[in-house]
């Protein structure tokens, strides 16, 4: 493809025209977003393609695909519009009108998550914010191919370059209060799916120890797991600020294997302030009790937002 001016800077506009066509699924439910008509959006893809020398999408008659070179742009797309927006709104006093994409692992959004994102509305009432609940693993390969702004999850190794270690800490056994566990006899595990670092910590720590194990009990909720452990149906390997009234820790007394820790990341797409503020209330409330909800009032105390001179 020949390229219209190989000088010519991105324009914001036919940027934002991308994205919306990405976002919405299509031409014809972009246009409706942005008032325009259909030809008027093909026209802003095609004058994008054209500035930037490449093919951004592959269209059928009913659908489109996004080339690597759009993959890559839907990226760097969103974090321009966000920022040109950020310039405008501070320049005119305004409050920000950013769209935060956030995907995050069960334990977040089963603990104090929701009131930090409460909170956060109450400091950026302009700001859209869409959360979707999922397995880490898959999440960030979602945000790698710009599906997110924000993933918040967990790790035990390896994780991305941009992710942001929020914090840490040591993995345990959790099982009922008051119920003999047998010691000598097959661990019965209750996990998350696969993959889950939970899981493969658990299952990695009873192999290595020569334990018998078996897994019974699998659920994509973490209020099932602890369940599964209260009732002494099965041992679940959790995080320690996880643990709840009626459960107690198996350690070596038990016969059981020693957990490595597990290390709780933000990954992120984006530089914007609204962004940087959201991590920074999630790792303070997260460094301060984890997943533990404080005795008063039986919920966390609400992290303030960095303050901006």
């Not at 994409?101 to 603990?111: H, L, M, P, W």
Request: charged share 20%; with cysteine.
């Amino acid at each position: 493809m020949s390229t219209e001016s190989s000088a010519a800077g991105l324009d914001i506009v036919l940027l934002a025209t991308f994205l919306e066509v990405v976002d919405t699924g299509g031409f014809a439910r972009a246009a409706e977003q942005l008032a325009l008509t259909a030809p008027a959006i093909s026209g802003h893809i095609k004058r994008l393609e054209q500035a930037l020398g490449t093919r951004l999408l592959l269209r059928t008659t009913r659908s489109f695909q996004l080339t690597p070179a759009g993959e890559m742009l839907y990226t760097y797309a969103r974090n321009i519009v966000n920022l040109e927006r950020e310039v405008r709104a501070r320049l005119r006093g305004a409050p920000i009108a950013e769209r935060l994409r956030i995907g995050a692992s069960e334990d977040f959004t089963g603990a104090w998550l929701p009131r930090v994102l409460q909170m956060f509305r109450r400091a950026h009432p302009a700001a859209t914010v869409e959360l979707k609940v999922g397995v880490t693993a898959d999440l960030v390969h979602d945000l790698e191919h710009g599906h997110f702004d924000i993933v918040f999850g967990k790790q035990c190794t390896r994780v991305p370059d941009n992710g942001t270690l929020l914090w840490e800490e040591e993995l345990v056994w959790a099982f009922a209060d008051g119920i003999v566990f047998d010691r000598d006899g097959e661990v019965s595990v209750a996990a998350f799916p696969e993959p889950c670092v939970y899981r493969e910590a658990a299952i990695a720590a009873l192999t290595r120890a020569g334990k018998s194990w078996r897994l019974v009990f699998e659920s994509s909720s973490m209020a099932g797991c602890l369940s599964a452990a209260h009732a002494g149906f099965a041992v679940a390997p959790i995080a320690r600020s996880q643990l709840r009234g009626g459960l107690r820790v198996l350690d070596k007394a038990d016969g059981m294997p020693t957990l490595p820790n597990v290390k709780f990341y933000a990954f992120a797409n984006t530089t914007s302030v609204a962004a940087r503020e959201l991590i920074a209330a999630v790792e303070k409330s997260g460094r301060q009790t984890g997943f533990s909800l404080p005795a008063r009032f039986n919920r966390p105390a609400e992290p303030r937002l960095p303050t901006r001179s």
